[in-house]
């Protein structure tokens, strides 16, 4: 089975700051990992997505985040938070097949509610 | 707009009626997702279609839900007899599949149904 652990409910941060989202992870084998964002009456919207690679990957919005496969985890960052940024953020795994089989369902983290103060 | 279109928007219905739920995914995604989300909680997997073909269902989808995809377009997503512990955000969304496309395992969603069962 696969989980998503965010262990933060909110994080807070002052608007210039850098921010960390946390994320970890459990999947058998390799993962694909994704960071989805949550507007108030909005569905979710893509920021970013590990698959193969570069362990850094780079997204949306000047978004990016750290894929670090012995700590399981894949955290959000950004140099310079803004007012803007203030959403719900979500984490979410599926496992890598190679067959072509399988589960194509995303595993998602409870969520974190990151609050930018001006 | 190309992006997932979902419909009705909100829900209110009686304990014990069906309800119906339409999601048109991006035009050319051949693949269909259901998600359930409650407050303070990440979405859940509940189904999957690729093209007209349901592949994959959650033990969280009982024997009341039933989803379709006819024409491997559109899909519904149908309630019977609900019950006040259905009521939540229904959410879609839809992917390319393919190592071709750019957007290869990235989902896209849309605006949800959000479900009140009084």
């Known amino acids: 089975a696969q989980s998503v652990a965010q262990p933060e409910d909110q994080v807070k941060v002052a608007e210039g700051n850098p921010l960390t989202v946390k994320c970890t992870y459990s999947?058998?084998?390799?993962?694909?990992l994704f960071w989805y964002v949550q507007y108030p009456n909005r569905g979710l919207q893509f920021l970013l997505k590990?698959?193969?690679?570069?362990?850094l990957v780079k997204g949306s919005y000047g978004f990016e985040a750290e894929f670090n496969k012995s700590q399981t985890s894949f955290h959000l960052k950004k140099p310079s938070a803004l007012v803007s940024d203030s959403a719900l953020y979500f984490c979410?795994?599926?496992?890598?097949?190679?067959?072509?089989?399988?589960?194509?369902?995303?595993?998602f983290g409870k969520g974190t509610k990151l609050s930018v103060i001006p | 707009d190309t992006g997932v279109s979902q419909n009705p928007r909100h829900k209110i219905t009686k304990r014990g009626q069906n309800v119906t739920f339409r999601c048109d995914p991006i035009?050319?995604?051949?693949?269909l997702y259901w998600y359930r989300q409650t407050l303070g909680q990440g979405p859940e997997f509940l189904t999957y279609?690729?093209?007209?073909?349901?592949?994959?269902k959650s033990r969280l989808l009982s024997d009341r839900f039933s989803a379709e995809r006819p024409k491997g377009s559109f899909s519904t997503l149908e309630i019977q007899r609900t019950e006040q512990g259905d009521s939540a955000m229904y959410l879609c969304?839809?992917?390319?599949?393919?190592?071709?496309?750019?957007?290869?395992?990235?989902?896209?969603f849309g605006p949800g149904t959000r479900l009140t069962v009084l």
């Open positions: 969304a839809s992917s390319l599949s393919g190592l071709a496309s750019s957007s290869y395992n990235e989902q896209f």
């Open positions: 999947v058998s084998g390799n993962p694909y």
């Open positions: 590990y698959i193969t690679g570069d362990n």
């Open positions: 979410a795994v599926r496992a890598q097949t190679y067959s072509g089989a399988g589960s194509y369902q995303l595993t």
């Open positions: 035009s050319e995604h051949n693949r």
């Open positions: 279609f690729q093209n007209e073909a349901q592949l994959e």
